[in-house]
């Protein structure tokens, strides 16, 4: 840096009043002073001319030389100016590399671990001494010899000697054998490790989704078979299956077969790693077409990819979320009429664990396994009524609630009550000259024209009074392509067994949307853009009919539509169930 400072301090162009070499004294730096003589230029006739006419060309030659030289000293100074911002962000660059590195080393942890060894290297040296000084007690001095009266007295000190020389032997012995497996026992304060966050990356995520993929497939694959086995899709093999299950576990083989089968796949994956081409599945694999990654890829498609990796985390983490919370809200007691069945079922099992033998239980428990696994799970797969009115785990599983479901059934409720007052108070405060009939037709009418006759639905279908108006809104349809199908400006009302969706482009009937609330297959409330801060604006709604939830968004009331909604659509479905039931 010193360097290019001074490089950049001593450019420049050349001056011609410096000394001229040639005629220059043959002297060292040191040797010169001022008394060098300069050499000073013989002026020419012309010169002279010039120089007493200040009128003359002289004059203009001047100006233009001192414009060329205060240019010159501007470039330089320019030329300065740069060379010193460089060095400025030289400088920031190695302050961040130095900062990085000092990161990185973890110098702290460094200092920790020449403290230890220092320490250890320590206790080593004082037990080498130890060791040293047993061995130099050790060697008997030659002793002289004892006048007779002192014989029995040298002989005491003697084996007082050899006894001392044993144990340190005996000691010595034990710590060459033992002591490595002594110093492993030796109690240390626990390291505490900080793990370093990486920062938020698209390709670190999709890389990161990939892999989940890629781990979870084995899993995905065993359950496919699994299902597969049970649905009987290959006759045959079910029909071998469970033969084989249900004489394991008559004659009590069942946890051998189950090691045997583990032991079998794990020779089977050796041989495939050791490049052996061995497929077996029930269900045939379809191989996905692998996309090759893209190095160069726009904003907007980074963005896009971002998105729909983001949706895949959501809806994977949603699930498992759901799942966590449905086994806690089960042993919690979030409803005592699900879980007081497993309570029951739990005393029923702990009683005959206590008074029926072991292999009479396993017994009982296997063949119920297999009946189940292989026979009683195929018929209610084959008829879903059956198994909504007769599989007790099915039906248990399916009515626990997650946290999310809790919070809207109790928000249902209080808005329930709040809009029966309103009801209420909406019918005292009406008009006195305001017939039944009029006070109908205002709730059918829309902008477009008659309620009924606009969504083709019958007369006494009309919005609820808390969607009078309707609730503005935007139809998100994302199995569209077509911008001018992907969204949709409107008006969404809510009637009695409809979700209705009137779109603000005239003449356009087809582009409304009527769902029936029966088919709603799931409601949520939704966040259109996750990047966005806040909790959105917008309400996912599923049906059978539609690959990918439609989402209504851009709505403003978007809590007390979700509210609305929810509720009807609870009260229809508890109202379908009561009747099958009847």
């Known amino acids: 840096m010193l360097r290019r400072l001074d490089r950049i301090r001593f450019r ?43 009128a003359g060309p002289g004059t203009l030659i001047m100006a233009a030389g001192v414009q060329d030289f205060s240019r010159t000293e501007f470039d330089r100074l320019n030329e300065i100016k740069g060379h010193l911002e460089i060095a400025l962000l030289e400088k920031h660059f190695l302050q961040e590399e130095l ?55 040298s002989n005491g000190t003697g084996t007082d000697r050899r006894s001392q020389g044993l144990s340190a032997r005996v000691q010595k012995w034990f710590y060459e054998r033992f002591g490595e497996y002594v110093e492993d026992f030796r ?69 051998p077969m189950f090691l ?13 790693a050791r490049g052996w081409r061995i497929q077996w599945s029930i269900v045939p694999e379809v191989s996905e077409a692998v996309e090759p990654a893209k190095e160069d890829l726009t904003v907007s498609e980074k963005f896009q990819l971002v998105l729909d990796v983001a949706q895949k985390a959501q809806n994977l983490f949603g ?36 008074f029926f033998p072991y292999r009479l239980v396993g017994l009982a428990l296997g063949l119920y396994a297999g009946i189940k696994f292989f026979l009683i799970d195929f018929i209610f797969k084959r008829c ?29 409720t209080v808005s329930r009550r709040l809009q029966t007052t309103s009801s209420r108070s909406y019918v005292s405060s009406a008009p006195a000259g305001l017939s039944k009939d009029e006070d109908a037709g205002r709730f059918h009418s829309t902008k477009k024209g008659n309620f009924h006759e606009i969504f083709n639905l019958t007369e006494n279908e009309r919005p609820l009074a808390v969607c009078e108006n309707g609730w503005r809104c935007c139809l998100i349809n994302r199995d569209r392509k077509m911008p001018t199908d992907y969204i949709r400006n409107g008006v969404l009302y809510v009637t009695e067994n409809y979700l ?9 009937s087809k582009r409304n949307k009527v769902i029936k609330l029966a088919d709603i297959t799931d409601i949520q409330k939704y966040k259109v853009l996750s990047v966005l801060p806040g909790s959105g604006m917008g309400i996912a709604v ?23 909604i929810f509720s009807q659509y609870v009260k229809i479905t508890s109202a379908a169930a009561s009747g099958g039931d009847s």
């Open 12 to 54: 420049g162009h050349k001056r011609e009043d410096f000394l001229d070499l040639a005629e220059s004294p043959n002297a060292s730096d040191t040797e010169c002073g001022d008394e060098i003589p300069l050499k000073t230029p013989r002026p020419s006739p012309r010169d002279s001319e010039e120089l007493r006419d200040p």
């Open 99 to 153: 900062r990085k590195l000092r990161e990185e080393t973890n110098s702290e942890m460094l200092r920790q671990e020449l403290d230890r060894e220092r320490q250890r290297r320590i206790e080593l040296e004082q037990k080498i001494q130890e060791v040293l000084k047993a061995r130099s007690e050790e060697q008997p001095t030659q002793p002289q010899q004892p006048p007779k009266g002192q014989s029995h007295a």
């Open 187 to 255: 109690f240390q304060p626990e390291e505490n490790t900080v793990e370093t966050e990486e920062p938020l990356s698209a390709r670190r995520l999709t890389e990161n989704m990939r892999r989940l993929k890629r781990g979870a497939k084995p899993v995905t694959n065993f359950v496919k078979n699994l299902s597969a086995l049970s649905d009987w899709y290959s006759i045959y093999t079910s029909a071998i299956a469970f033969t084989v299950y249900m004489n394991a576990v008559w004659h009590g083989w069942a946890i």
């Open 319 to 354: 699930k498992m979320a759901d799942i966590l919370e449905k086994i806690k809200n089960l042993f919690m007691w979030v409803q005592p009429e699900i879980t007081q069945k497993l309570y029951v079922a739990l005393w029923a099992a702990f009683l005959a664990s206590c």
């Open 500 to 508: 209705c969706f009137e779109s603000s482009k005239s003449g356009s």
């Open 384 to 412: 879903p009524r059956l198994r909504a009115k007769y599989d007790t785990p099915y039906i248990i599983w399916k009515n626990l609630p997650t946290d999310p479901q809790l919070k809207e059934r109790a928000g249902a």
């Open 542 to 564: 599923s049906t059978p009919s539609t690959q990918k939830p439609l989402v209504f968004g851009a709505m403003v009331h978007r809590d007390e539509a979700f509210e609305t």
């Open 260 to 272: 045997f089968l583990a032991i079998l796949r794990l020779s089977l994956n050796y041989l495939i």
